[in-house]
Each structure stands twice: as C-alpha cells, then as structure tokens.
C-alpha cells in the first residue's frame, strides 16, 4: 500500500518507519526542510532504541521516504497518516491545540484523487475527526475520501516494539470501506492474532485519553501510597506487589516517584478534563490526579532539602538522570524541570548527568553545570539526587561514589537501591515510599 505521513515529530517518524517495515511504501511529509534533509542524510532528529537502524534500512530499500511535497506524495495515497503535533494550548488552559491538525487537513484537501482514508494519527480530542471531514469537504468537495481516527500507544524507549508487536490496535471509522483499507494497513499484524478494536470516531478518540488517563491514576495513586508508607512505616515495594499481583489490578504502574511527565500524561489528563467539563460531565478522579502528580514533584523538593539537613544553600548536588523516564532523550514535563531550578533558586549549586538528555537539558535549564561521566557528576557531592531510572545508573560503583562526595547523602528517587545495603556502604540514604524514606 502506498501511505503517506504528515509530520516527522515521534509519532510521525516512529509510525512511518514501521508500517515501511510492514512492506508498505511510506512518504513521510515535513515543512521543515532542514529536517527533511538530515533525515535523507541518514539524522535521526530523536533517541529511540533501534529506530536509527530501522529508517537506514528501509530508505535503502526504497519502501522509506522523506519529503516536503505534499503534493506529490497524497496524491497516489491509499491512506494519508495526521501525525503533527497537538500540545496544549499556550492559553494555559488545559485544551489541545488543533491548529497544525486542522492546517494539515486544509493543505492535503486538493491533493486527493482517488479514494483515500485521512486518519488523525496525533492524540486529538472528541470530534476532532468530524471537524477534519468537515474542513476536507470544503477545501475539496468532490474528493472521495473517509476520515479515520488511529490512535497511538507508543511508549518512549519501546516505541518499535509496540508498534510492531501492540497490545491491540484502535480503528475509529463510520464506514465498513475506510475500515477495510485500515485493516490491509495492518495486515501483518493480524497475522500474530493483535486485536482489532473496530469502533466509532468519538469511541476511538476517547480511547487514548482514557488510557493515559487511568495509566496516570496508577502513578498518582501508588505515589500517595508511598507517602502513607513513610508515615505508618509501610513499605511500598510489598504494597505495589501486594496489590499488583491482583488480575484485576496489575503490576504495571505501580512504581512511586518523582511524579508522572513526558509528552502524554500531563496533556492528555489535562486535555480530558477539559473536554469532559466542556461536555458538562466533569471527571474528578482525572482532576484529583492532576493534582496529586503537582504535589508529588513539590514534595521531592522538600524530600531533597531535608535529606541535606534542612537546606541546599551553598551545597554541591549531583543528580543522575534528567528525562521524565530512561531510554528517551525527552525532556517535556520531566519531574527535574521542576525539582532542579526549585533547588538553584535556594542557592544549590546542581552538577547533571543524562545518558541523552543532556542536548535539550541545557537549553532548559542553563543554570546547571553538566557532566559527561556520572562519577565525574558526584566530585565533592554533599548528596547524589538519583532522578532517573537509566539501566547505566542500577549499578553504580557505590563505594567510588562515596569516596568521590563530600557527604554520602544519596537520595534515590526511583527505589534503585536496597536501604540495608546502602546503608552498610555508610551512606545516609532516603528514598521513596519506605520507613526511612523520609
């Protein structure tokens, strides 16, 4: 089939490269031409695992290519892909903004020739897909196409293998025709027996908010947990255990932290809560979450400052890890966005490791002093900050840490390491959601 997709953001790229590795021949549409041409030249603009090898190898088989003529590229198109960014909208009020959705759907309108299904890829709201029918219909009014709603499910660090081997795939359509072209587009997948969830536009659309939705009330519950753990001298590793191995709860997100962030999350919980208000059928548990996950990130600022004895004025920090979760260069909503400048307006002085988030950090937070090596990161420490859970981090050399800091203060964020061994190495160790977490 030939598909095209419009925008090379995560999504865009992600999903072109892997409906190419389907067998399918993908275009893949940017106005950025500096993008464009890096990506000919073999740049991948983003860190996900395996993703650089996948795009080589599909542009040099020719079932894989990147340009900035829409024109050419809708007009032979079995399926044209929306996957252009919806952020929320800079009003600060929570509502996704639609505008390179809809400016998608008015350019591609008078390229369409032959039957073509248009499916909003991107994370959009309830009726968005109606309203890119309506804005096609008029551009174009003789065209011969349906709208389709696809959402994604791509985790960042496991992105390929989502898309190519996922839970279920979501078919939002209101025609048995733009269904059956969805289907041939994932035909492989059907092969290894992957649901199909077949339903209507709204249906789908509400689908991923929902999910993100519950996903982030999992964080923010076990994350109220592990605080009532640290009171009542719980432990949160046996609760989330305790409670996880129920079927009808499940293990998965269930680890405390420093908060939930990313590209996701925190939009779309924010973006559900106000369609729903909009809708006059208001989500409270969804509000609550938002709320909690604000807290949570407030007290691991005061989880650091007591573990320094009150005060980071004048003291060296060295954190580990800076993006919202390993394996991703990704910067947006990170827990360290709010914790690290909170800590260098009290007169912290903070030294940062990232494994890849070190390009974009820099540019976020320019008030920190960065380092290429961890150990490097931790020279004359009064405490280590473990903020990100980075495979490279879950087996430091402790004793050289020690020996590198001016004070064995480690402050582990994400439960990497065991209190009792921590301990014994000497360090004075605080943690989330155990007795001596505090």
């Known amino acids: 089939m030939k598909i095209v997709l419009i925008g090379t953001g995560y999504v865009g790229l992600v999903s072109g490269a892997c409906l190419a590795e389907f067998g399918h021949h993908v275009i893949c549409v940017d106005k950025d031409r500096d993008k464009i041409d890096s990506l000919k030249q073999g740049i991948v603009p983003i860190y996900e695992p395996g993703l650089n090898d996948m795009v080589e190898r599909n542009v040099s088989q020719s079932r894989l290519v990147f340009t900035t003529h829409l024109e050419e590229a809708v007009g032979e198109a079995d399926a044209v892909f929306i996957a252009v960014g919806t952020p929320s909208s800079r009003r600060g009020d929570g509502y996704a903004d639609l505008t390179y959705v809809y400016e998608a759907a008015r350019e591609l309108a008078p390229f369409l020739k032959a039957y073509t299904v248009v499916v909003d890829k991107s994370t959009v709201p309830v009726g968005t897909a109606r309203q890119v029918k309506r804005l096609i219909k008029e551009a174009n009014p003789d065209a011969d196409f349906d709208v389709a709603s696809n959402p994604e499910f791509l985790r960042e660090g496991a992105a390929l293998g989502d898309f190519m081997r996922p839970d279920r795939v979501v078919i939002g359509v209101d025609s048995d025709r733009a269904a059956d072209v969805l289907k041939r587009v994932y035909q492989p997948l059907y092969l290894i027996e992957t649901p199909m969830v ?44 305790g409670i996880g191995l129920d079927g009808r709860i499940g293990k998965k997100f269930l680890h405390p932290g420093p908060g939930y962030g990313g590209s996701c999350f925190p939009k779309d919980t924010l973006a559900l809560i106000r369609v729903a208000q909009e809708h006059g059928s208001p989500s409270r548990i969804v509000e609550t979450v938002v709320e909690v996950n604000a807290a949570q990130k407030a007290r691991m600022i005061w989880k650091i400052r007591n573990a320094l004895g009150g005060s980071e004025a004048g003291k060296t920090i060295a954190v580990l890890g800076l993006t919202f979760k390993p394996e991703t260069d990704d910067m947006r909503e990170s827990p360290s966005l709010t914790v690290l400048p909170a800590l260098v307006e009290k007169g912290a002085i903070v030294r940062a490791h990232d494994p890849q988030g070190r390009s974009v950090a820099e540019k976020l937070m320019p008030e920190l002093q960065y380092f290429d090596d961890p150990y490097e ?21 402790l004793k050289k840490i020690k020996g590198l800091m001016k004070d064995p203060i480690f402050i582990d964020l994400r439960n990497v390491y065991d209190p009792t061994t921590m301990s014994e190495l000497g360090f004075s160790y605080t943690c989330v959601g155990r007795a001596n977490g505090s």
């Open 377 to 397: 990161t931790c020279i004359d420490a009064s405490g280590v900050v473990l903020m990100t859970e980075w495979n490279q981090y879950r087996a430091l050399d």
């Open 198 to 241: 077949i339903t209507g536009l709204e249906t789908a659309e509400l689908i991923k908010y929902a999910a993100n939705a519950f996903l982030a009330t999992k964080i923010s519950f076990i994350n109220e947990m592990a605080g009532l753990c640290e009171a009542v001298g719980g432990d949160v590793a046996g609760l989330a255990k």
